[in-house]
């Protein structure tokens, strides 16, 4: 099948190429050039593990081509997924105006039938809304159907994911559709859950949601259990090997950023609001996660003490995970702005992240460096690289051996017999 990809960032990129591993050919349509000219290229414009040997791969056995002309890539391609960016407006909800945008143009140069597939995450309705601007921007009345088909991939493992998702969602009311994405999903052996495209929009924000809410819920707990002397990973692994609960997304934390979780559990509250029935869970969902940082700073004082003035405080990852290069509501951003409101001296690692430092914001580049003269040493992100770090050494180079784990990722005992005073997130 001849497919057509609008917006190639990590969703789009992503789906692209796994159609590509399943035989389709594939165009990726983007309005920023520079993507474009490095996708033509077989360069990634962003750091995802894996997909960068795929995409040049598939460039080379032109299986996937790039291109700026929405005119010619509509007319050519009868499947259109739109993946474009749905950002958070000013009220929360989700702004829907790259959808609009490309809806218009789908309908200005529709040629013959084709099939719309919104993969972006889009609010409950938005189906509806593409195939009424769609028609807003036909010239002459040619027949088309719009489906939703959530993408459920993670930045970090965003191939795996998607070549071995759980299930599959198709939200539509046309057969006709449902066959031919059936068919175009052929190859992928995992369920299909067929339903109009109402369930389909809220089946995506309901998923993130819930997880939002398994992650907040051991945070909170989490607070409990650091007073208590509890060691929450002990309750995740506890309570995770019930069934019925599941082990995922039960690592306490920060809390949760990235592109998604933050904007679709507040696009989700907003939709809830707006239809007279508030989803009061997921506002206290919002709020643990805002206050995880401000509990995890508060256990920086109680070692430093409360003025942060000119204490050099050394912050290991910027991503709002590992494996990725996005910072998009990165707690540990989140945390570093805190710390310079605060006043103190901040000194920044990461194994991909670049970012614009600043008179209190100095970003190096090896751990060892960032550690010189500090008088803490937080985690930040759990690159596996932290995992391992030569720790006798850091401890020399730093001013007082103080560690505060924001992941949980390492051995209190170890480091403890090391002489470090250690603090987790409840990881006693
Ligand atoms: C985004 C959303 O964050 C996510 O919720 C949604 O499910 C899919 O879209 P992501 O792929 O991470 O996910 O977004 P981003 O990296 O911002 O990529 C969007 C791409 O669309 C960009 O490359 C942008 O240049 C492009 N774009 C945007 C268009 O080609 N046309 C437009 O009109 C607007
Ligand atoms: C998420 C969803 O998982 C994916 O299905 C969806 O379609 C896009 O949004 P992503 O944001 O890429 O994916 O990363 P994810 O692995 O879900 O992590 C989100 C945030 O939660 C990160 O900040 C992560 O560090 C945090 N997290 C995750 C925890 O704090 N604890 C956990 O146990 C798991």
């Not at 005119?71 to 959808?99: H, M, R, W």
């Not at 989700?268 to 206290?284: D, M, V």
Request: with cysteine.
């Amino acid at each position: 099948m001849r497919i057509l990809i609008v917006g190639t960032g990590y969703v789009g990129t992503t789906t692209g190429l796994v159609f590509c591993e399943m035989g389709h050919k594939v165009t990726g349509l983007d309005l920023d050039e520079n993507k474009i000219k490095a996708l033509q290229a077989g360069k990634l414009h962003f750091y995802e593990p894996g997909l960068e040997e795929l995409l040049s791969k598939h460039v080379a056995a032109q299986h996937i081509e790039f291109t700026k002309k929405t005119k010619k890539a509509v007319k050519e391609n009868d499947i259109i997924f739109i993946c474009v960016g749905t950002p958070q407006g000013a009220d929360g909800s989700a702004d829907l105006t790259y959808v609009k945008n490309v809806a218009h143009s789908i309908g200005k140069y529709m040629n013959k039938y084709k099939i719309i597939i919104t993969k972006s995450t889009v609010p409950v309705g938005t189906a509806e809304l593409v195939t009424k601007w769609i028609k807003e921007g036909q010239e002459e009345q040619i027949p088309y159907d719009v489906v939703s088909n959530p993408e459920f991939l993670r930045e970090g493992s965003a191939l795996r994911d998607a070549l071995n998702p759980d299930r599959i969602v198709i939200g539509s009311t046309s057969e006709t559709a449902r066959t031919i994405i059936r068919e175009m999903y052929r190859d992928f052996h995992c369920p299909i859950v067929e339903t109009n495209p109402n369930a389909s929009e809220m089946i995506k924000y309901a998923a993130n949601s819930f997880l939002a809410m398994k992650i907040s819920f051991i945070n909170e707990l989490a607070r409990l259990c650091d007073g208590l002397n509890i060691n929450i990973n002990d309750v995740s692994k506890g309570i995770g090997l019930d069934t019925r609960i599941g082990p995922q997304f039960l690592r306490a934390g920060m809390g949760y950023g990235g592109s998604c979780f933050p904007k679709d559990v507040n696009a989700l509250i907003q939709i809830a609001k707006e239809n007279g029935q508030p989803l009061s869970i997921l506002e206290h969902v919002v709020k643990v996660n805002e206050e995880q940082t401000v509990f995890f700073i508060e256990k920086i004082k109680q070692n430093l003490g409360d003025d942060l003035l000119n204490k050099k405080i050394a912050v290991l990852g910027l991503s709002f995970k590992a494996n990725t290069d996005d910072t998009r509501e990165s707690p540990t951003l989140n945390l570093i702005n805190q710390l310079l409101a605060e006043q103190a001296q901040v000194m920044v690692h990461d194994p991909v992240v670049k970012i614009a430092g600043g008179p209190s914001l100095v970003q190096l580049q090896s751990v060892e460096e960032t550690v010189v003269g500090a008088d803490a040493l937080v985690i930040g992100t759990d690159w596996d690289e932290y995992k391992n770090l030569d720790w006798v050494r850091i401890k020399q180079l730093m001013n007082q051996p103080n560690l505060f784990d924001g992941r949980n990722m390492l051995d209190k005992r170890k480091i403890e017999n090391l002489g470090f005073y250690y603090s987790g997130i409840a990881n006693h």
